[in-house]
């Protein structure tokens, strides 16, 4: 008997892989210094040492002890919360304008929106 490959099997699209590897990375970029500061967070000792020695939840509670952490910590989530709010109030608008408005307007709109995007200044 001879040997088939499946029939629905993709070729390899290089671009693709490229796509799914630069995200990788990038995510991994963006998320490896979380990962560093958790773990020194863990360790009992006053300074930094590798391998940790132990563990323990001593530096998060003086975060949430200390009131001058916890008031930056509510003033950033407040922040954080009104331009969530506004975002999407703003987004959501301009999304129904470009979808639902007449076609000569809508492409006006569409390149105001997409003129912040563009390199002006070209070296």
Not at 16 to 24: G, H, R
Not at 91 to 110: D, F, P, V
């Amino acid at each position: 008997m001879t040997a088939t490959l499946p029939v629905n099997r993709r070729p390899f699209d290089a671009g693709q892989t490229a796509y799914v590897a630069l995200n990788a990375a990038l995510l991994f970029f963006l998320l490896a210094p979380i990962a560093v500061v958790v773990v020194f967070a863990l360790n009992p000792t006053p300074y930094i040492s590798f391998p940790p020695v132990g563990v323990t939840l001593r530096w998060f509670h003086k975060f949430f002890a200390g009131a001058d952490f916890m008031n930056a910590l509510y003033l950033s989530l407040w922040t954080a919360t009104c331009v969530l709010v506004l975002s999407i109030a703003i987004g959501g608008s301009c999304a129904l304008a470009l979808a639902r408005g007449k076609q000569t307007e809508r492409l006006g709109w569409a390149a105001s929106f997409r003129s912040a995007m563009a390199d002006k200044k070209k070296t």
